[in-house]
């Protein structure tokens, strides 16, 4: 199993990010995909996952209305769209796979930069 | 939302010591809370799920207990490849999960 993100991402204040997460070694539409950032020094804070199958999604109150999670079956990838984004968002972004609600395997982490 | 509150913060240890991390929660989550392990740069990594269920490949060494809102985890002779922040997280009130601040274990 093998979860590869896309690489580093440097944002000014307001624009938004799309990150994608391309799975490998498991049948991808039997698996959903979390998606977990982790500010500068900070505990991880899960934002939302899509189930790799049909695509329903589930979102973070604290993210509601500014995330996307999609997913393409055909290329096995998941992808997390933030917008708005402020300086408060700078962060490293994981996906994960889930394993009966638990994060089995991550990927690599991608570093967004928001800054003006 | 659940709050997880891990106690110690930081820990410093020798090679070959036993250390213990707890893990509390601000209501009864069941048994649904997870240990990771993250080192410096890396993605966290499961070790222990369900409270007590150890990952296929994770050393027997590490370990957990608990139920309802006190958990620990427990390493019982910490090997040099352990020095790192371990985090717990409930997934008892999904679709929320949430962690706690971490506890950063270092070299005495």
């Known amino acids: 199993v093998q979860l590869v993100q896309s690489g580093a991402e440097v944002k000014k204040p307001g624009a938004s990010v799309k990150i994608s997460c391309v799975a490998s070694?498991?049948?991808?539409?039997?698996?959903?995909i979390h998606w977990v950032r982790q500010a500068p020094g900070q505990r991880p804070e899960w934002m939302g996952w899509?189930?790799?199958?049909?695509?329903?999604?589930k979102y973070s109150q604290k993210f509601q209305g500014r995330v996307a999670i999609t997913r393409d079956t055909s290329a096995s990838t998941a992808y997390m769209e933030l917008s708005s984004l402020t300086s408060e968002d700078t962060a490293v972004y994981y996906c994960?796979?889930?394993?009966?609600?638990?994060?089995?395997?991550w990927g690599q982490g991608t570093l967004v930069t928001v800054s003006s | 939302d659940i709050q997880m509150t891990q106690s110690p913060s930081s820990l410093s240890a020798s090679v070959g010591d036993r250390v213990t991390i707890t893990c509390q929660a601000s209501?009864?989550?069941?048994?649904?809370l997870n240990w990771y392990q993250q080192k410096t740069g890396k993605a966290p990594r499961l070790l222990i799920s369900?409270?007590?269920n150890l990952e296929t490949g994770v050393p027997s060494r590490f370990s957990g207990s608990g139920s309802g809102t006190h958990f620990t985890f427990t390493i019982s002779s910490l090997q040099p490849e352990d020095f790192a922040t371990y985090y717990c997280?409930?997934?008892?009130?999904?679709?929320?999960?949430?962690f706690g601040q971490g506890t950063k274990l270092e070299i005495k």
């Open positions: 070694g498991y049948t991808f539409y039997n698996y959903a």
């Open positions: 994960a796979r889930d394993k009966w609600l638990v994060h089995d395997y």
């Open positions: 369900d409270a007590s």
């Open positions: 209501q009864d989550i069941r048994n649904y």
């Open positions: 997280q409930q997934y008892d009130n999904l679709p929320q999960y949430t």
């Open positions: 899509i189930n790799g199958g049909n695509g329903r999604t």
